[in-house]
């Protein structure tokens, strides 16, 4: 049940990753990809109604991790206390710059906003990939379960007391920046037509690039950063499907930019994402935070809920995550297709 | 209690005072956005259609600094109440997360949909996804209230001689029985909030001359809405929680109402400061045996005071929670009497030229919030000295490897945050009224309108 829960825990982050990714990488590319206010509301109007929906998969995640383990979320989120509070703050600036953009027509009104949702995405992307970083490489979790990082410290992923930022979650943080960027880069690319397209595939193609420069040490760093990593490969061979998933999203990302298949190009994006975050849950397994001193990591064992809560939760939430399936399809259905001129004209 | 303890109190206490102030109007106005559609489609008229649209500007600015301010809430359980969150984490996260599965999923496809769909998927999709996005703001209200409601009176679990609490049986979590009431009531408080707020702005346009049709249906609406809502909030849902409070947190009833010694025919505290260094009220004005009639449905029970419980399991803070139930349900009477006289006039026909009855729905609009706070006031401060009542005390359920100036900084943080966020609300609403409602033709030139759905079809 614990590694049932793990899975299904990663799943939802990785969901979450991949929708609200694309609609990040919107914000981070839309001042270059858009350069007057009817192709910034192009954007906007690719992600207006769809954002606030990827974003609750971040908060139906965290729920799902508080009651599934409980001790986690508790370590977890009081230990990454500063970063965690400062993605309070840029989520709200970012969501509220989205959708006030447009509400009042004043060329420094949306010219601040524009900026915002720019400064926001492009912070949180780095955010969220220094994040990653944080729990491959461990975190100094003491005898009682607990810990507090600072921001930064040494700047040095092998100290005992390392920070949130080190050299290592800086590389982190920056990859995930430049995936997220061809992520959302190929979402504009399939909502979009003429100036703006041909400009997210263009970014898309530079942005893969950057990927690729950032991918090779990153990778090879993570063996060294954290030994857990090469001993799960080893010790379960077959979990080298999901690097692979990661190599072949890559590959695809370049090949169909370079064929102008943007639908090709944005599933490509998202299997390269869904690659690393699988990989690295599969490679910290059973662990599901990892300590700087291996004896004080926390486990799917030592921090999951009782077996009763677990099982009762299992029956709700199956139930909850096939209603939002539904309605996530019903949404991207209805609004599938290039975004028209006309089509920014709708909407309050 | 520790500095970060209570930083982190203010920290809770202040960043869900002002999410709060937020789905208070949206959970009622949802409503009001439904009946409004629904009687576009019974009446064929676009004058309603119009209306709606203009309350789903102010709904959709609404929501967002809701949705914005929401999402702190869930990860402050976990930032600064880390010690709670892992002794209790595994009942109390299963009613949010359920909100997250059951609501907030609703809520956001269906709003896509309702702000941005109209012309592509036609009216009954649109009054669909009203109605979807009304079934979320309640249902996630629901979900809130049942965590809420655990904290208040925690049922269906084990404790382990660790202090972890574990969930025993899912069933009496969910149909925990303070529910109901704390959920009705929270409930008719955002409706009667959103129907001040339509009735409030519609006496504006009236006065001010402008939109008069417009504003002559907010304050029908708001009046009719905002009178049932009025007296739902007093019976049964406030009389329910009262029995409720008198039955199972006895200290809080005695503290709120400020009766600090035991009586036999209590007598009911209108006004007055209450000093607890003596255990007196200043400047009182009692009516007598009110409160046992109001506690116990007869006039001589005997009521209990303060000084029947060790003054260790008392609210930390008597004052403020004496005030905020006082002006919760000072308040709650001016709203039936306001309303009441309103409808009253409505039906003689003469409310719409009475300018005084006019002035008095626009200054009473902002006081509903200032009530639904103070009425949160009443059952967090009440809930004191524990966050899970009679098993945790707050003071070991706060981060304790989280430092005061951390707390202190995300505080001021938040404060920062918070004030930009008021008055870019507050700018937007005004810009919205200012503007008023506007038929879609005036907008959009019909031939644009002819090309979509031309386009669609």
Same mark, same amino acid.
């Given at each position: 049940?614990?590694?049932?829960?793990?899975?299904?825990?990663?799943?939802?982050?990785?969901?979450?990753?991949?929708?609200?990714?694309?609609?990040?990488?919107?914000?981070?590319?839309?001042?270059?990809?858009?350069?007057?206010?009817?192709?910034?509301?192009?954007?906007?109007?690719?992600?207006?109604?769809?954002?606030?929906?990827?974003?609750?998969?971040?908060?139906?995640?965290?729920?799902?991790?508080?009651?599934?383990?409980?001790?986690?979320?508790?370590?977890?989120?009081?230990?990454?206390?500063?970063?965690?509070?400062?993605?309070?703050?840029?989520?709200?600036?970012?969501?509220?710059?989205?959708?006030?953009?447009?509400?009042?027509?004043?060329?420094?009104?949306?010219?601040?906003?524009?900026?915002?949702?720019?400064?926001?995405?492009?912070?949180?992307?780095?955010?969220?990939?220094?994040?990653?970083?944080?729990?491959?490489?461990?975190?100094?979790?003491?005898?009682?379960?607990?810990?507090?990082?600072?921001?930064?410290?040494?700047?040095?992923?092998?100290?005992?007391?390392?920070?949130?930022?080190?050299?290592?979650?800086?590389?982190? =943080? *920056? !990859?995930?920046?430049? +995936?997220?960027?061809?992520?959302?880069?190929?979402?504009? @690319? #399939? /909502?979009?037509? $003429?100036?703006?397209?041909?400009?997210?595939?263009?970014?898309?193609?530079?942005?893969?690039?950057?990927?690729?420069?950032?991918?090779?040490?990153?990778?090879?760093?993570?063996?060294?950063?954290?030994?857990?990593?090469?001993?799960?490969?080893?010790?379960?061979?077959?979990?080298?499907?999901?690097?692979?998933?990661?190599?072949?999203?890559?590959?695809?990302?370049?090949?169909?930019?370079?064929?102008?298949?943007?639908?090709?190009?944005?599933?490509?994006?998202?299997?390269?994402?869904? =690659? *690393? !975050?699988?990989?690295? +849950?599969?490679?910290?397994?059973?662990?599901?935070?990892? @300590? #700087? /001193?291996?004896? $004080?990591?926390?486990?799917?064992?030592?921090?999951?809920?009782?077996?009763?809560?677990?099982?009762?939760?299992?029956?709700?939430?199956?139930?909850?995550?096939?209603?939002?399936?539904?309605?996530?399809?019903?949404?991207?259905?209805?609004?599938?297709?290039?975004?028209?001129?006309?089509?920014?004209?709708?909407?309050? | 209690?520790?500095?970060?303890?209570?930083?982190?109190?203010?920290?809770?206490?202040?960043?869900?005072?002002?999410?709060?102030?937020?789905?208070?109007?949206?959970?009622?106005?949802?409503?009001?956005?439904?009946?409004?559609?629904?009687?576009?489609?019974?009446?064929?008229?676009?004058?309603?259609?119009?209306?709606?649209?203009?309350?789903?500007?102010?709904?959709?600015?609404?929501?967002?600094?809701?949705?914005?301010?929401?999402?702190?809430?869930?990860?402050?359980?976990?930032?600064?109440?880390?010690?709670?969150?892992?002794?209790?984490?595994?009942?109390?996260?299963?009613?949010?997360?359920?909100?997250?599965?059951?609501?907030?999923?609703?809520?956001?496809?269906?709003?896509?949909?309702?702000?941005?769909?109209?012309?592509?998927?036609?009216?009954?999709?649109?009054?669909?996804?009203?109605?979807?996005?009304?079934?979320?703001?309640?249902?996630?209200?629901?979900?809130?209230?049942?965590?809420?409601?655990?904290?208040?009176?925690?049922?269906?679990?084990?404790?382990?001689?660790?202090?972890?609490?574990?969930?025993?049986?899912?069933?009496?979590?969910?149909?925990?029985?303070?529910?109901?009431?704390?959920?009705?009531?929270?409930?008719?408080?955002?409706?009667?909030?959103?129907?001040?707020?339509?009735?409030?702005?519609?006496?504006?346009?009236?006065?001010?001359?402008?939109?008069?049709?417009?504003?002559?249906?907010?304050?029908?609406?708001?009046?009719?809405?905002?009178?049932?809502?009025?007296?739902?909030?007093?019976?049964?849902?406030?009389?329910?929680?009262?029995?409720?409070?008198?039955?199972?947190?006895?200290?809080?009833?005695?503290?709120?109402?400020?009766?600090?010694?035991?009586?036999?025919?209590?007598?009911?505290?209108?006004?007055?400061?209450?000093?607890?260094?003596?255990?007196?009220?200043?400047?009182?004005?009692?009516?007598?045996?009110?409160?046992?009639?109001?506690?116990?449905?007869?006039?001589?029970?005997?009521?209990?005071?303060?000084?029947?419980?060790?003054?260790?399991?008392?609210?930390?803070?008597?004052?403020?929670?004496?005030?905020?139930?006082?002006?919760?349900?000072?308040?709650?009477?001016?709203?039936?009497?306001?309303?009441?006289?309103?409808?009253?006039?409505?039906?003689?026909?003469?409310?719409?030229?009475?300018?005084?009855?006019?002035?008095?729905?626009?200054?009473?609009?902002?006081?509903?919030?200032?009530?639904?706070?103070?009425?949160?006031?009443?059952?967090?401060?009440?809930?004191?000295?524990?966050?899970?009542?009679?098993?945790?005390?707050?003071?070991?359920?706060?981060?304790?490897?989280?430092?005061?100036?951390?707390?202190?900084?995300?505080?001021?943080?938040?404060?920062?945050?918070?004030?930009?966020?008021?008055?870019?609300?507050?700018?937007?609403?005004?810009?919205?009224?200012?503007?008023?409602?506007?038929?879609?033709?005036?907008?959009?030139?019909?031939?644009?309108?002819?090309?979509?759905?031309?386009?669609?079809?």
């Amino acid at each position: 049940m614990q590694t049932l829960w793990f899975i299904l825990v990663a799943l939802m982050l990785t969901t979450y990753i991949l929708l609200d990714g694309f609609d990040l990488g919107a914000g981070v590319i839309h001042l270059f990809a858009a350069r007057n206010d009817q192709e910034r509301r192009t954007i906007l109007r690719a992600i207006g109604p769809v954002w606030d929906g990827n974003e609750v998969w971040l908060i139906a995640a965290g729920g799902t991790l508080f009651f599934t383990f409980p001790i986690l979320y508790a370590s977890s989120f009081s230990g990454f206390y500063l970063p965690l509070i400062i993605v309070l703050w840029l989520l709200m600036v970012r969501g509220v710059a989205v959708e006030l953009r447009s509400r009042v027509q004043n060329p420094v009104w949306a010219s601040f906003w524009d900026g915002m949702f720019f400064l926001g995405s492009a912070l949180l992307a780095i955010f969220f990939g220094a994040a990653l970083g944080n729990v491959i490489r461990g975190v100094p979790l003491d005898s009682s379960g607990t810990f507090f990082q600072a921001l930064w410290t040494d700047f040095n992923p092998y100290s005992a007391n390392p920070g949130i930022l080190d050299w290592y979650t800086i590389l982190i =943080g *920056l !990859l995930a920046l430049t +995936a997220l960027t061809a992520h959302g880069a190929n979402y504009i @690319a #399939v /909502k979009t037509l $003429n100036a703006v397209n041909a400009r997210a595939r263009r970014i898309s193609r530079l942005a893969w690039l950057a990927t690729i420069v950032l991918a090779i040490p990153a990778t090879i760093v993570t063996f060294s950063v954290q030994p857990l990593v090469s001993a799960s490969f080893f010790s379960r061979p077959w979990g080298v499907i999901f690097p692979l998933i990661a190599l072949g999203g890559l590959i695809g990302m370049g090949y169909f930019n370079f064929r102008q298949r943007d639908m090709p190009a944005f599933l490509s994006s998202g299997a390269f994402i869904l =690659g *690393l !975050l699988t990989s690295s +849950a599969f490679s910290l397994y059973p662990d599901v935070l990892p @300590a #700087v /001193k291996p004896a $004080n990591s926390l486990t799917i064992y030592n921090a999951s809920a009782s077996q009763y809560a677990q099982t009762v939760g299992l029956v709700w939430w199956l139930i909850g995550i096939v209603l939002a399936s539904i309605y996530f399809i019903i949404t991207y259905r209805l609004f599938r297709g290039k975004i028209r001129p006309a089509d920014t004209e709708e909407g309050y | 209690m520790s500095d970060s303890t209570i930083l982190s109190r203010l920290q809770f206490a202040f960043t869900l005072s002002f999410h709060y102030l937020f789905p208070a109007l949206t959970m009622g106005l949802a409503l009001l956005i439904l009946i409004l559609k629904t009687l576009y489609l019974l009446r064929k008229d676009e004058f309603y259609n119009t209306s709606a649209h203009f309350w789903a500007r102010i709904f959709a600015v609404t929501f967002i600094i809701g949705v914005v301010t929401g999402v702190p809430l869930e990860f402050e359980f976990g930032t600064n109440w880390s010690r709670f969150s892992a002794a209790a984490g595994e009942i109390i996260a299963q009613t949010l997360a359920m909100e997250g599965a059951f609501a907030f999923f609703i809520e956001s496809a269906f709003l896509g949909i309702f702000l941005f769909g109209e012309r592509t998927f036609g009216q009954r999709m649109h009054w669909f996804s009203a109605f979807m996005v009304w079934l979320g703001t309640w249902a996630s209200g629901g979900f809130i209230i049942a965590s809420n409601a655990w904290m208040q009176h925690p049922v269906g679990y084990t404790m382990t001689p660790g202090g972890r609490l574990h969930l025993s049986n899912y069933w009496a979590v969910l149909l925990n029985p303070w529910i109901v009431p704390q959920f009705l009531h929270t409930i008719s408080g955002s409706v009667i909030t959103a129907s001040f707020f339509m009735a409030g702005l519609g006496a504006y346009y009236l006065l001010a001359r402008q939109h008069v049709e417009y504003g002559r249906l907010f304050i029908t609406l708001g009046v009719i809405v905002g009178l049932i809502a009025s007296i739902i909030q007093i019976y049964p849902s406030g009389d329910a929680e009262g029995l409720q409070v008198a039955k199972y947190q006895p200290i809080k009833l005695a503290a709120m109402e400020g009766l600090f010694h035991t009586e036999q025919g209590a007598g009911i505290v209108i006004i007055g400061q209450p000093d607890p260094a003596t255990g007196t009220i200043d400047n009182a004005i009692i009516i007598p045996n009110v409160l046992s009639f109001l506690t116990y449905h007869r006039w001589s029970a005997g009521v209990k005071g303060l000084d029947a419980f060790p003054p260790s399991q008392w609210p930390d803070n008597i004052v403020l929670l004496y005030f905020s139930y006082h002006i919760m349900v000072g308040l709650g009477t001016f709203f039936i009497a306001i309303m009441a006289l309103s409808l009253l006039l409505l039906w003689r026909r003469r409310l719409f030229q009475m300018r005084w009855m006019l002035w008095i729905l626009l200054i009473a609009a902002p006081f509903p919030f200032i009530a639904n706070i103070a009425g949160w006031y009443t059952t967090e401060l009440g809930r004191q000295p524990w966050i899970v009542y009679g098993l945790l005390p707050t003071a070991q359920g706060s981060s304790a490897n989280v430092s005061a100036g951390n707390v202190q900084f995300t505080l001021i943080g938040f404060a920062g945050v918070y004030l930009l966020l008021g008055l870019l609300y507050v700018v937007l609403v005004v810009f919205e009224a200012t503007r008023g409602p506007k038929p879609a033709v005036e907008e959009h030139p019909p031939e644009a309108a002819q090309g979509i759905s031309q386009e669609a079809s």
